[in-house]
């Protein structure tokens, strides 16, 4: 990333992600607040307010999850002052409760919220159709299909958000959030940031029984006069063809569908409506585009969202409109999709030759059969595989002791216990959940139930899984992953960190404070890297006859090289001792780290360039083989 | 006509780095680009892509099969994993460097006869779909350039050898200077060096390059 084009004063051209464009955009709406919980697809979002931080006069935080950050964003728009938030598709599950409420209570100054689903689950646990949100809470939805149209869109939104008095969702996907193009930069025009008086604003944001009926009423009001107004929205574009066949589509999809006509041969001679208000939907706009059609091609990713509602409006105005979608089985409902898969859609929806992808793809693959996959690992140096191996040692003395075990998993960075060669976990479901489950399980099974969770997933969500155990007596063994940073999203600050957004000193809360003041008896912590002395302590939790928490702490490697960097401290790495070692495969048997691989005589050898010089191979060494590089002075 | 280039490599070879030079090289030029770009879950040492789309006529952030121009990939075995993306007779522009993923090793010791896949059987294979193969020792070069995380910046040198990759020298050197860290400027200078001249050497003698001053 370039910060300086986002910072740019100059309207010109510029190369930006489509989180950059979304940060740009806000800036240009003159954003006085934003606040964040790091999720991919969205997470350069955060990451890119608080480089810029130090520029502008904007408050900014991370916090501790996504309903805090959208209360955050809430608590500035009822003050009359625009704000912004983006979060991950399941992330606004957890915002939900928060969000079903402003549609009711509505906001004074812009309030935007960037949701980012996650179609291919390519780093998510599943593929939601955050769609849904929208109608549901009768909260109006722009989706944009570049990075242009993500800046564009996010500066409209907070003028919608402020004359309609209602928070605007901008839904994004990961090929959009994590596509780059030119962007044209506009107007960047700051005004100082001032401290309003609340009681000269003559507000009220409650809701409850009566209060929430009448609202109601209001909320359908503006959704009507919404709709009415997307009819003329410059984010519904149509191209009209000489032809009885149209295309309606939206995000992404649309850029794909114009790179399936191109591949068909088929540019310009498709009617196309590509919908940027997608709640409500510009319902007139839909029936002028389809009353002399014939065909309607509905490319759309995940659920038939678009496609359910056309054919409602089709019934009144074209009845005989053959709709093709994920209901005709043209397309799936399931994974993300490129420009062969919906050019295979359009080619058989129309009844034209395509000569498909599958030939390509197949005999591809037989030229790979060579190759070893490559899955997710632990970064050379992190702290979880240090805290892995001994957990693992610890268990195995345990199983043979006639101790068995369920292993609850948690979303982080150790999430990638379940990959290969790992490949270890009984379930791993979203933010906290492995305490939450571990509070059943522990009444249910014989097992002794391990429960895994890392420092941004604690303050997040385990809290009140880990009270209510306390509270119900429940017995368990919970390990706590505390490298410092919310490590996997890109090595944000969190509540374990000392630093908050923008780098600025922050107060840095005491996971095992918090454990003992709750009641939990049995809080020990101990070093990640300290293997050996780990997997006494992890037997103890095990044989606890309570619930027992251990905080594995180590900062993130990343996170700790780049402090290192910036000390001018070196990153000094082993190498193994061709002499001594008698490859007895230890360090590859247990530990799985990048930077080992065989030698030509099929001994370990270091990588000096991916060694992090964490020491733990050394430390597991049985006969001392690996040793420090010596640096010369 | 546009230029599709597939880029792909191992988490922390600076893959995100190389398509932000070459596409704020674009914007200074005017030329239209657009890219798609996966990272997910790969912090470090997992698989990463890059599809980067330069011209009018490109319009999804993802390359169709069958259609990149270019397949650029900073570490061997990757090259292999999106070869349905590359043109048949499209042009290869590998790295010789080899790094092999720890379920490979940890096959290796387990399963008797297995062994590691080598340069070598991945070029054999490569050639079944194009004879346009070209293999850089780019950890060399950047060593020789005096920061060994200059590999993309090697490649990105190859890169700008060639006829079909039209964008502006000028501009992508001075986009170098300023999306790497000051202190690296110079390294970084000399590793694009390093890279056109060695793509002189070797790829200039398969496909179309520019003249050297």
């Not at chain 1, 997933?457 to 809290?463: N, R």
């Not at chain 2, 590691?116 to 020789?144: C, F, H, M, P, S």
Request: with cysteine; hydrophobic share 40%.
């Amino acid at each position: 990333m370039v910060l300086k084009d986002v910072l740019s004063k100059e309207k010109k051209a510029a190369f930006m992600l489509g989180n950059e464009a979304i940060v740009r955009g806000a800036l240009e709406a003159d954003v006085k607040v934003a606040a964040f919980y790091p999720g991919a697809p969205t997470s350069e979002v955060l990451d890119t307010f608080s480089d810029a931080l130090g520029n502008f006069d904007y408050q900014m935080e991370i916090t501790t999850n996504e309903k805090v950050a959208l209360e955050v964003c809430a608590g500035a728009a009822f003050a009359g002052v625009r704000s912004l938030t983006a979060m991950k598709s399941v992330g606004t599950n957890v915002a939900s409760d928060t969000l079903f409420v402003l549609g009711y209570t509505g906001v004074k100054g812009g309030l935007v919220i960037v949701m980012a689903d996650d179609p291919h689950a390519h780093s998510s646990q599943s593929e939601q159709d955050g769609r849904f949100f929208a109608p549901n809470a009768y909260i109006p939805m722009l989706e944009p299909s570049s990075p242009q149209e993500a800046k564009d869109m996010v500066k409209k939104a907070f003028e919608i958000s402020e004359k309609h008095r209602v928070p605007v969702i901008i839904r994004t996907v990961t090929r959009v959030n994590h596509q780059s193009g030119i962007v044209q930069l506009g107007e960047l025009n700051r005004s100082e940031f001032k401290k309003v008086k609340w009681k000269e604003l003559n507000e009220e944001y409650t809701t409850l029984g009566s209060v929430a009926r009448r609202k109601k009423l209001k909320m359908l009001e503006r959704t009507a006069k919404l709709a009415e107004e997307f009819d003329e929205s410059e984010f519904n574009l149509t191209k009209q063809a000489d032809s009885d066949v149209g295309v309606i589509t939206s995000s992404v999809s649309y850029l794909h569908v114009l790179e399936a006509l191109r591949m068909l041969k088929l540019q310009n001679k498709v009617n196309i409506l590509k919908l940027g208000t997608t709640y409500p939907l510009p319902k007139n706009t839909i029936k002028t585009f389809i009353k002399n059609l014939k065909k309607v091609i509905v490319v759309e990713e995940l659920s038939p969202y678009l496609e359910k509602e056309l054919c409602a409006i089709a019934k009144d105005v074209n009845p005989d409109l053959a709709v093709f979608g994920k209901n005709s089985g043209v397309f799936s409902e399931a994974w993300e999709y490129n420009p062969n898969i919906v050019a295979r859609g359009i080619a058989s929806a129309m009844g034209v030759e395509y000569a498909g992808h599958e030939a390509i793809v197949e005999e591809a693959g037989k030229f790979k059969e060579v190759i070893p996959d490559r899955y997710p690992t632990f970064c050379a140096g992190c702290p979880h595989r240090g805290t892995f191996v001994a957990l693992n040692q610890a268990l195995k003395i345990q199983v043979a002791k006639g101790q068995e075990h369920y292993f609850s998993n948690d979303i982080g960075c150790y999430s990638m216990w379940i990959f290969p060669p790992i490949s270890r976990g009984d379930s791993s479901l979203c933010m906290g959940a492995s305490v939450g489950v571990a509070n059943g399980l522990s009444h249910v099974i014989e097992e002794r139930v391990v429960a895994v969770v890392g420092d941004s997933t604690f303050f997040h969500a385990a809290i009140p899984a880990l009270i209510n155990a306390v509270h119900n007596g429940n017995k368990f063994t919970m390990l706590i992953l505390d490298n410092s940073v919310t490590a996997m999203t890109g090595q944000q600050f969190n509540p374990s960190t000392e630093f908050i957004a923008g780098g600025r000193q922050g107060k840095k809360i005491s996971i095992e404070n918090i454990c003992k003041a709750i009641g939990v008896e049995f809080v020990e912590i101990v070093d990640s890297y300290d293997v050996k002395g780990n997997v006494e302590v992890f037997r103890k939790a095990l044989d606890y006859d309570g619930l027992a928490v251990v905080v594995s702490r180590r900062e993130c490697a990343l996170y700790g090289d780049r402090n290192k960097r910036r000390r001018g401290e070196k990153i000094v790495p082993f190498y193994v001792d061709k002499e001594m070692c008698k490859r007895p495969y230890v360090c590859l048997r247990t530990f799985y780290c990048p930077a080992y691989e065989l030698d030509e005589d099929r001994q370990p050898r270091i990588s000096p360039e991916l060694c992090d010089g964490c020491s733990v191979c050394a430390r597991l060494c049985p006969i001392k083989s690996v040793k420090r590089t010596e640096v010369k002075a | 006509m546009s230029l599709n280039i597939f880029i792909c490599g191992v988490g922390g070879q600076g893959l995100v780095l190389l398509t932000t030079v070459i596409g704020n090289a674009c914007a200074k030029s005017g030329a239209k680009v657009v890219t798609g770009e996966m990272y997910g879950l790969s912090q470090r040492s997992g698989a990463v892509s890059v599809h980067l789309r330069i011209g009018e006529d490109a319009f999804s952030p993802l390359i169709p099969y069958g259609e990149a121009d270019i397949l650029l990939s900073l570490e061997a075995i990757e090259t292999l994993r999106y070869l349905e993306y590359l043109k048949k007779d499209g042009v290869v522009l590998m790295n010789k460097r080899v790094m092999h993923p720890p379920i490979e090793t940890s096959k290796i010791i387990t399963e008797k006869g297995s062994k590691y896949v080598t340069l070598e059987d991945i070029v054999a294979k490569l050639r079944g779909w194009t004879q346009n193969i070209a293999v850089v020792d780019a950890l060399k070069l950047a060593k020789e350039s005096g920061n060994v995380r200059t590999e993309n910046t090697v490649f990105l040198g190859c890169l700008s050898a060639l006829e079909a990759f039209k964008v502006d020298e000028k501009a992508i050197r001075e986009s170098i200077s300023e999306a790497v860290p000051k202190k690296t400027v110079d390294q970084n200078l000399k590793a694009f060096d390093l890279g056109k001249e060695s793509a002189h050497g070797s790829l200039c003698t398969l496909v179309p390059c520019r003249p050297l001053p």
